[in-house]
């Protein structure tokens, strides 16, 4: 008997996943299916890339996964990795605010206070800041709502202040977007469920966050964040050695996706077709017009903004920094003069990426009002983020060598309403497109952990979709 054909389009974490789990239960089920994972460049992995470079480990994409989410090491597990998991470096971290940098106050959630003392204490919010803050212990739920931007909610609850100097700063950097453009709902919809569960923030985080484990061992406690002892690209190798011969097809886009009476017709730029019974989509929202150019629900993915992002990664000789700080890196709020967005101490968040004796850090540039920064040479971006560090660092010396990563009109902009628009569109492919499904970092959440749980979600789909 013939096997049928599961497409899944994207090769980065999402649709490497999604072929994974997919063909993993074909198998044990001895289901009459096989995989197709189509891939547009010469690699997988998508964002995911390790560098290695005279003895450093250097990530140009993301750097680790969180470990509180469980799907991602749900996979660590299944992929038989659990052995080559580092925890990151624990340690002080910084917000730079007005040019200086100030202790992340202890006992804080994204920003949100949810002990009092540490943050009467801090010096990030003045005394009047403080005070207006605390009002989200007295304010009450706010009206229902469907939707509103991240700022907008985050204003009401305590005020400018802290919004700009300590809660922006550390959400803004997690999507690359604009507070007051985010969408509460799909970025943190559970801010808003305890809001109106417990009329308080901080009052609700105290109420539901779990308790810090207490361990026997001296020392800071594990961190929150895990990669892989030869970097993060470990487990884009190991995905890919799980996957059988032939089920990969690379230098192969997808130019269109017709409906036909029994499935869909994949065609390729190769001039080949796939016929498919149905299709996983996990790549970027703005390819699903031009696959889909048929339907006019999908065209709307066209105007949804991505922004652009760039990384400086500038390895030094220990001696080099005469002023070091005693801690795993900053991020910075928008009222400081500085056009990096945030800096990671990497030989001290991840000691094992650096040799001894031997300093790496590893800057941003590209906040939404600053996208130009992305496109300058690559000399003038080293000039700009040392001139940056320099503000608070004393280095002495040239990088031996830097690397830099543009990722240019990547990372999507959850904007007000998107929830809603996905829905819509999900909904309609139900009704025209039976059999399609689309996940990814566009659509419901950007962490590697999210695109994993999406993709073991899709799978559940296509399954009960076949009734497999």
């Not at 801090?122 to 939707?147: M, Y």
């Not at 966050?209 to 800071?220: F, I, L, Q, R």
């Not at 990669?227 to 890919?240: A, D, I, R, Y």
């Not at 080949?272 to 929202?285: F, G, M, N, Q």
Request: proline share 5%; net charge positive.
């Amino acid at each position: 008997m013939d096997k049928q054909t599961i497409v899944i389009v994207g090769g980065g974490i999402t649709g490497l996943t999604a072929a994974y789990y997919m063909q993993k239960a074909l198998k044990e089920e001895a289901l009459p299916y096989e995989v197709k994972l189509v891939e547009a460049s010469d690699r997988l992995g998508g964002k995911i890339i390790t560098h290695k470079q005279n003895g450093f480990t250097i990530e140009r994409g993301p750097d680790s996964m969180i470990a509180r989410k469980k799907p991602g090491m749900k996979l660590v597990e299944e992929l038989g990795l659990k052995d080559e998991v580092i925890r990151n470096g624990t340690g002080q971290s910084y917000i730079l605010v007005q040019g200086k940098l100030h202790k992340m106050p202890k006992g804080a959630f994204m920003g949100v206070p949810m002990q009092i003392g540490p943050f009467l204490k801090t010096g990030l919010v003045s005394p009047f800041g403080k005070l207006r803050a605390l009002l989200d212990l007295v304010k009450g739920k706010g009206d229902a709502s469907v939707d509103q931007s991240l700022g907008a909610f985050m204003r009401r609850r305590f005020g400018n202040e802290l919004v700009e100097n300590e809660i922006e700063p550390l959400l803004s950097g997690i999507y690359s977007g604009d507070i007051d453009e985010m969408s509460l709902m799909a970025t943190f919809p559970h801010f808003y469920q305890l809001e109106q569960n417990y009329g308080s923030l901080i009052k609700g985080l105290k109420q539901t966050m779990p308790k810090p484990v207490k361990t026997k061992e001296k020392g800071n406690p594990p961190g929150a964040f895990f990669s892989f002892k030869n970097g993060l690209e470990t487990m884009v190798h190991k995905l890919v050695e799980k996957l059988d011969e032939g089920t990969i097809l690379l230098n192969n886009a997808v130019d269109h996706i017709e409906k036909k009476d029994n499935g869909y017709h994949v065609l390729l730029s190769s001039g080949d077709v796939i016929k498919a019974v149905a299709v996983i989509a996990t790549t970027p929202h703005k390819t699903l017009p031009k696959m889909f150019s048929q339907y006019d629900f999908l065209q709307g993915f066209s105007n949804v903004p991505s922004s652009s992002v760039a990384n400086v990664a500038l390895a030094f000789e220990q001696s080099a920094i005469k002023q070091d700080i005693d801690g795993t890196g900053f991020v910075v709020s928008r009222n400081s003069d500085f056009r990096i967005t945030a800096c990671t101490w990497t030989h001290k968040k991840w000691p094992s990426s650096t040799p001894k004796g031997k300093a790496l850090i590893r800057c941003y540039v590209g906040r939404p009002s600053d996208q130009e920064v992305v496109d300058l040479p690559d000399e003038d971006l080293v000039e700009l983020v040392l001139k940056d560090l320099n503000k608070t660092m004393n280095i002495t010396a040239m990088p031996e060598f830097s690397v830099i990563s543009r990722w240019r009109n990547v990372m999507p902009q959850y904007t007000v309403g998107h929830m809603e628009r996905i829905a819509k569109a999900r909904k309609e492919a139900s009704e025209h497109l039976p059999g399609v499904y689309f996940v990814g970092s566009s659509f419901n959440g950007v962490g590697i952990p999210d695109c994993i749980e999406q993709a073991e979600k899709a799978v559940e789909q296509v399954r009960k979709y076949l009734s497999i």
